[in-house]
């Protein structure tokens, strides 16, 4: 039996491309790349490697960049296949030893596959819409522009991602705000409630998620409890299940932000609230929170209340599923 371990290394010449493409019938998910050369100035230096999201067509959306710190301290989860996968720049002076490190994460044959990264090209200020089909959940695990924005080495994707219902949106990730791009990404959508990705360069753009197909749940129900809503001024958001069931929120967005960018953090106050009495977790003036994994647990006792501190009014989100039905 073959492994299932595909991690490998390669001599690399400057300017070529490693390319990491499964064969037909498998999906593959890479966890880590490197280098024998590395560029910037310790403690930010970087595999010199520009690593990006390629179809053979268009792109590569770059995921990480030489020299720029985003991404590169995380461990990544992205799902490939032969139709959309990784391509490797070595953008040096010289041939470098690059390395990938990867499995197979499953063996499709002739189904239908489960990877859904993808790339699309976007004019400035248009929009790419991942939504499943009906049935289907979708986990985004990572985002990607060809065009870049802030100044080495911190330098971000010139794109806001935002969750979005057809109607409202709330944004998660913006190309000018650190807040949230150095983390991993644990986006689930459903077809009510999907991700808006908005080219904000001034130029046309390859923009790219990578992700994979959460659950396929047919005509039952979806698990993904992923919700945007307005908030008028001043007032608040309660996110409590209803009784009997327990929720994992991932992820807040909202559509007014507070800060000078990049440090810039969505326009809200954060708390667990019991119905009589709450506790403040993160502020819209404080990094606490906000910038790295997010993981809450709430049940219909003790719930999420966010209030709008912009004082306008705004549209929310959260990123979450269902975890467990007791009743």
């Known amino acids: 039996m073959a492994s299932y371990i595909m991690t490998n290394i390669f001599n690399v010449l400057a300017g070529a491309n490693l390319d990491i493409q499964p064969a037909a019938g498998f999906e593959w998910e890479v966890l880590q790349v490197g280098s024998s050369v590395w560029a910037g100035l310790p403690p930010n230096a970087t595999p010199d490697l520009d690593v ?45 030893n690059v390395s990938f490190v990867a499995k197979v994460a499953r063996a499709y044959g002739t189904n ?79 077809n009510v409630d999907y991700l808006r990705l908005t ?19 047919g005509t039952g129900a979806s698990v993904v409890v992923t919700d945007v809503q307005a908030i008028g001024a001043g007032l608040n958001w309660d996110v409590q299940p209803p009784a009997g069931q327990e929720w994992r929120i991932t992820g807040i967005g909202c559509s007014r932000w507070l800060g000078v960018s990049p440090a810039a953090l969505p326009e809200l106050t954060v708390s667990v609230w019991n119905g009589t009495i709450g506790s403040v977790v993160m502020t819209s003036t404080d990094t606490k929170g906000w910038l790295d994994e997010m993981e809450f647990v709430v049940d219909n006792g003790d719930y999420l209340r966010l209030n709008d501190v912009s004082g306008l009014g705004c549209n929310a989100c959260i990123v979450g599923a269902l975890t467990r039905q007791f009743q």
């Open 199 to 217: 080219n904000t360069n001034a130029a046309t753009a390859v923009l790219a998620v990578t992700g994979v197909v959460a659950r396929a749940f």
């Open 112 to 190: 239908p596959t489960y990877a859904r990264t993808q790339l699309a090209t976007v004019l400035t200020g248009a929009n790419m819409d991942i939504q499943p089909a009906a049935g289907f959940e979708y986990k985004i695990t990572d985002v990607a522009s060809s065009l870049w924005i802030g100044g080495a080495p911190n330098n971000l994707p010139d794109v806001t991602v935002q969750i979005f219902n057809g109607t409202l949106a709330a944004a998660m990730l913006r190309g000018a705000d650190v807040r949230g791009w150095n983390k991993n990404l644990e986006i689930l959508i459903n």
């Open 52 to 96: 990006g999201v390629f179809n053979g067509v268009i792109g590569p959306a770059w995921l990480l960049q030489s020299g720029d710190t985003r991404g590169w301290s995380k461990t990544h989860h992205w799902h490939i296949n032969i139709a959309n996968y990784i391509r490797i720049n070595n953008p040096g002076l010289g041939a470098a």
